[in-house]
């Protein structure tokens, strides 16, 4: 399973960006994916996943601003970002899970992509 995340990039506080991860290698419509972003210095942290019947979740410091959703047919997830802080610069990296259901931890996905760099100024 290979995953190709991109779209990041520096944006000014307020603004939006719409990250995608494109999948190969798998039964993609059967994964559920997830969002994670890790600061300089912090851990690794979850944003939002989506199941295969596009039930989401969503962190809390995000829910509201970001929206997760998927097209089984590109292979590829997304993640919307709208009303953008500062805070929210890191790298952003999509995850698959060979299960249907959702999770939040790290621990609970078993591929990753590569990450993609949020710069948000203020």
């Known amino acids: 399973v290979q995953l190709q995340a991109y779209g990041g990039g520096l944006v000014q506080a307020g603004g939006s960006l719409r990250l995608s991860c494109a999948a190969s290698?798998?039964?993609?419509?059967?994964?559920?994916m997830g969002w994670f972003r890790q600061a300089p210095g912090k851990e690794r942290e979850f944003v939002a996943a989506i199941n295969w019947s596009r039930n989401t979740y969503y962190a809390d410091s995000v829910k509201g601003r970001f929206t997760i959703s998927r097209d089984n047919a590109k292979n590829t997830v997304y993640l919307q970002m709208n009303s953008l802080r500062p805070e929210d610069t890191a790298v952003y990296y999509c995850?698959?899970?060979?299960?249907?259901?959702?999770?939040?931890?790290?621990?609970?996905?078993?591929?990753w992509g590569q990450g993609t760099l949020v710069t948000v100024s203020s």
């Open positions: 290698g798998c039964s993609f419509s059967n994964y559920a």
């Open positions: 995850a698959a899970r060979t299960s249907m259901t959702l999770a939040m931890t790290v621990t609970g996905y078993n591929y």
